[in-house]
Structure formats: C-alpha cells, structure tokens
C-alpha cells in the first residue's frame, strides 16, 4: 500500500480520538482524495476510502460502480465488508476509516455495522449534492446517531481539495 500525501491545508497538529493529529488526519483524506482520482483514471465515479488501523493502512479503495456494474461497491462500503470479514472487532473499533466524501447513508449504515471507530472525510454530501443534485443528503453522523452507534464523525476536513476534484467531473466544464 502506499504512502499517504502530505499538502494539507491544515497546520494544527491536536491529536484525534484515537491519537492521529489532525495533519495525519489530512495527510490520510488527501490520500483517499488521490485514490478517488484512480477511480476517475478506470472509469469510475470519484471516490476514495481507506482504514487505518494503529497508525497503518491496512486496506484501501475507491469507486468501482461503473466498471463492476455493482450500486453497493462503494469504497466505504467495500472497506466496511473487508474490516468485517477481515479484523476482529477491537481492532475494527480502533480503526479510521478516511474518505474523499462524506459516506452516504448504505455506507454510514455499512460502517455502523461492521463497528468500525471512527469516520473522518474530506467533503460534506450537501457541498456535493450543490453540484450534482443527486446525493441523498443524510449526513454520516445523522446515520450514525440514528443507529443509536458510537462511531464518531469528523468532517469536512479538505474540502477545496476534495471539490477541485468532483468540479473537473461534474463540473460545467466536465
């Protein structure tokens, strides 16, 4: 797997709940931006996911609805079934999933379910739905509290970033 990115907008180094600064925390988004942008190279939508577990990434992802013919192959989605199949729930709880996007609410459900501890992204689903009109606008942590979960919801955290690249799909210019 590789290395996350290190541009980030942010400068404030406080550590999160599970002891990432916030520069990690943008180090992580901006990498599940580059990984959102692979899926825009193969064909895909824009979106990027990946966990990290004890400070390691240990899965990545991104969009593959278009190319795999599948609604649910979400990278969100996708991450939260392989932590399910693939980690035991501690380790699960102590992971961070870090997204481009604000997970939708199949993929806030998805990340409820597999109890994974922390969700942190890039851009909010209403900044998103702004360009494209058709995101269902339930934010993740609504999701979450909804589910009576205890995952806790960071985000936005890179919006510019995340944006430049649903504009240059999306956009009037796409």
């Not at 992802?61 to 991450?79: Q, V």
């Amino acid at each position: 797997m590789s290395d996350p990115g290190a541009d980030g907008e942010s400068d404030q180094t406080d550590p999160g709940a599970d002891g990432e600064s916030d520069q990690t925390d943008r180090e992580y988004v901006d990498r599940a931006i580059a990984l959102a942008e692979e899926a825009v190279e193969m064909g895909n939508t824009p979106f990027g996911a990946l966990l990290v577990l004890d400070g390691e990434i240990v899965a990545e992802g991104h969009n593959e609805t278009l190319t795999e013919d599948d609604l649910a192959a979400h990278p969100e989605m996708t991450l939260a079934r392989w932590a399910g199949r693939e980690l035991d729930p501690d380790e699960r709880a102590r992971c961070t999933m870090y997204a481009s996007t604000e997970p939708c609410p199949m993929c806030a459900t998805g990340i409820h379910y597999a109890g994974i501890g922390r969700v942190v992204f890039g851009v909010a689903g209403e900044t998103l739905d702004a360009l494209t009109g058709d995101v269902v606008t339930i934010p993740c942590d609504e999701v979450i509290r909804r589910a009576d979960g205890d995952t806790e919801v960071e985000g936005p955290i890179a919006e510019a970033a995340a944006m430049e690249l649903h504009e240059s799909v999306y956009g009037d210019g796409a």
